[in-house]
C-alpha cells in the first residue's frame, strides 16, 4: 500500500526531502548479506510505498508540498532533482506569496479556508494515483505558523475526505529555550487539533536531536540539516519494509495500519516516540561491531529509564515489582522516572535477526496493567542492513515519554494565556479565548490519561 507524505511549512519540506534522501540511499546501497531476489523484493515494496514512476523513469516521490512561501518548496523541488536518484512532481506543490508570522491562527483560520480547495485537490490527484492507498503521512513543526496551523487544517481535511484512510503526524517539538516568543501556544493548539483528527502522533524532539548531533554523531557546528538528515534516518529505519508476524515471507503491505494497529489500542493515546540504535558517523561504522544481545540490552533500558540515545543512560531504573495488591496505576512500587509503555514496537534490520532474544520486552512489568502483555510487544524484522549499518534496531513507543515535555510546553501557555499575553493576536484571526480553553482542556486530559499508566 501507498503512503502519501504531506509536507508542511519549511520544517515539513526540509524533513520530507531528507526522509526521501535517506530511503533512496537505502535502497540503492550494496547489501552482500542479501540474495539478489531479497533485494529486489525490497526495492519493490519501497518503490510502492514512498514512489510512483513516470517516463523518466526516475522514481517521484508520493508527496504533496505546502508552504506559504515559495522559497524553500522550490529549493527542496531543485535539491531532490539534482540527486539523479528521485525528484518530486512540479505539480504537487502549492505556495504562495505571504507566509503565517509564526501565528497558529493565520495558518489555521486564513490560509487553511482560504486554500482549502486547491490544496485538496493536490492530495486528491495524488491519491488518485496510488493503485492502493494506505494512508497520509503529515510532516509539521509545532511551534510556527504554516507547518503548526495550516498543518492542523489540512489534516482536519484529510480525515473528512478520507475517513478510512490512515493519518499519521510527524510532529517535530520546539527547542525548550525558545525559537519564537507565542510557540507554547501554536504548540498547544497543534496538538489538540491533531489529537482530534489523526490516528497517532509521532513526535522528534529538537533538544534530543539536537545531543545526538554532538555527542553521538561529533558535529562541531550543527546545522538544520544535520537534525534533519538524523530525524530522516531514524524515521527511514521503522518505515522500510520488513516482515511482520502476520506478513510471513512477505514484505508488509500496509506500513501505516500495522503501526497503528501494533501502537494504538485505544484512542485516548496516541503519542509515539522513537529511538535508534546505534547512531554514529558513516566513519566510524568501519570500525565498529555490535551484538545483538548488547544492542537489545540497551534499547531496552533506554525504554524503561526514558534515554533518547543511548549515551548517559541511568541504569539505576528497574521496572516495578509485579504482584502488588496495590493497583498498579497508583502502585507504590513504582519507581521514580520508571517509564510505562501502552505498547512497543521493536524493528530490527541486519545478519541474524531470526536469533534476537526478545524476551526481555515481553516482561509484563514494562506495561500498564490493562493491556496483555502478549498484544503490548511487537517485533518486525529484515535481514536486509539499512544505510551501512550492518545491525541496527528502532524502538517506536507508546508510552509516558512526553509527559514532562508535554506538562512544561502546556504549563508556560497556561501561564501566558493567564495573563492575557500576545491573545489579541490569535483573536484578530478568529481564535476565540474559548478555542485556547478548549485546548488546556483537551491535552490536560491527555496528561492525565499518560499519568496513571
Given at each position: 500500500m501507498s503512503i502519501i507524505t504531506v509536507q508542511l511549512g519549511q520544517c515539513?519540506?526540509?524533513?520530507?526531502r531528507e526522509v526521501f534522501n535517506a530511503i533512496c540511499s537505502d535502497v540503492h546501497g550494496t547489501h552482500g548479506l542479501c540474495s539478489k531476489k531479497e533485494n529486489e523484493s525490497y526495492h519493490d515494496a519501497c518503490k510502492e510505498r514512498f514512489f510512483s514512476e513516470e517516463e523518466s523513469?526516475?522514481?517521484?516521490?508520493?508527496?504533496?508540498l505546502i508552504d506559504m512561501e515559495p522559497k524553500v518548496i522550490s529549493q527542496t523541488l531543485s535539491i531532490a532533482a539534482r540527486s539523479g536518484f528521485w525528484k518530486y512532481d512540479d505539480r504537487s506543490h502549492f505556495c504562495q506569496k505571504q507566509g503565517s508570522g509564526n501565528n497558529w491562527a493565520n495558518g489555521y483560520s486564513v490560509h487553511g479556508p482560504r486554500h482549502k480547495e486547491v490544496i485538496m485537490n493536490l492530495l486528491q490527484k495524488e491519491a488518485e494515483k496510488c493503485d492502493r492507498?494506505?494512508?497520509?503521512?503529515?510532516?509539521?513543526?509545532?511551534?510556527?505558523?504554516?507547518g503548526s496551523g495550516l498543518g492542523a487544517f489540512v489534516t482536519q481535511c484529510l480525515r473528512d475526505a478520507f475517513p478510512t484512510s490512515f493519518i499519521l503526524n510527524h510532529v517535530i517539538w520546539p527547542y525548550g529555550t525558545?525559537?519564537?516568543?507565542?510557540?507554547?501556544?501554536?504548540?498547544?493548539?497543534?496538538?489538540?487539533?491533531?489529537?482530534?483528527?489523526s490516528d497517532a502522533l509521532l513526535v522528534h524532539e529538537n533538544d534530543v536531536i539536537h545531543k545526538i548531533c554532538a555527542q553521538l554523531m561529533n558535529i562541531k557546528q550543527i546545522s538544520f540539516r544535520d537534525v534533519n538528515q538524523v530525524i530522516a534516518h531514524?524515521?527511514?529505519s521503522v518505515f522500510q519494509p520488513t516482515y511482520t508476524a502476520e506478513s510471513g515471507s512477505r514484505y508488509s503491505r500496509n506500513p501505516l495500519g500495522d503501526l497503528m494497529e501494533t501502537l494504538v489500542p485505544h484512542p485516548e493515546?496516541?503519542?509515539l516516540g522513537l529511538?535508534?540504535?546505534?547512531?554514529?558517523p558513516e566513519n566510524s561504522l568501519a570500525y565498529s561491531t555490535f551484538s545483538w544481545p548488547g544492542?537489545?540490552?540497551?534499547?531496552?533500558?533506554?525504554?524503561?529509564a526514558n534515554a533518547k540515545m543511548e549515551e548517559g543512560i541511568d541504569w539505576q531504573v528497574r521496572p516495578p515489582c509485579l504482584g502488588s495488591s496495590v493497583p498498579s496505576s497508583h502502585s507504590t512500587n513504582k519507581p521514580l522516572h520508571f517509564n510505562t509503555s501502552i505498547a512497543n514496537l521493536v524493528v530490527l534490520r541486519g545478519k541474524d535477526t531470526h536469533s534476537v532474544d526478545l524476551g526481555s520486552f515481553r516482561d509484563p512489568s514494562l506495561y500498564t496493567s490493562w493491556i496483555n502483555p502478549q498484544d503490548a510487544f511487537n517485533a518486525w524484522k529484515t535481514p536486509r542492513a539499512f544505510n551501512k549499518y550492518e545491525k541496527s534496531a528502532a524502538l517506536v513507543s507508546n508510552s509516558q515519554f512526553l509527559l514532562k515535555p508535554l506538562d512544561n510546553v502546556v504549563g508556560k501557555a497556561w501561564n501566558m494565556f493567564a495573563s492575557k499575553a500576545y491573545v489579541h493576536q490569535y483573536t484578530k484571526f478568529g481564535i476565540e479565548e474559548e478555542d485556547f480553553l478548549d485546548s488546556f482542556t483537551a491535552l490536560e486530559q491527555v496528561i492525565s490519561s499518560y499519568s496513571i499508566l
Open positions: 515539513g519540506n526540509q524533513i520530507g523513469e526516475v522514481p517521484v516521490a508520493r508527496a504533496v492507498l494506505g494512508g497520509f503521512f503529515t510532516v509539521m513543526s509545532m511551534a510556527g505558523g504554516t525558545g525559537e519564537v516568543i507565542v510557540q507554547n501556544y501554536n504548540s498547544v493548539l497543534t496538538l489538540s487539533h491533531l489529537y482530534k483528527s531514524q524515521l527511514g493515546f496516541k503519542m529511538r535508534n540504535i546505534p547512531q554514529m544492542l537489545i540490552k540497551h534499547l531496552r533500558q533506554m525504554l524503561i
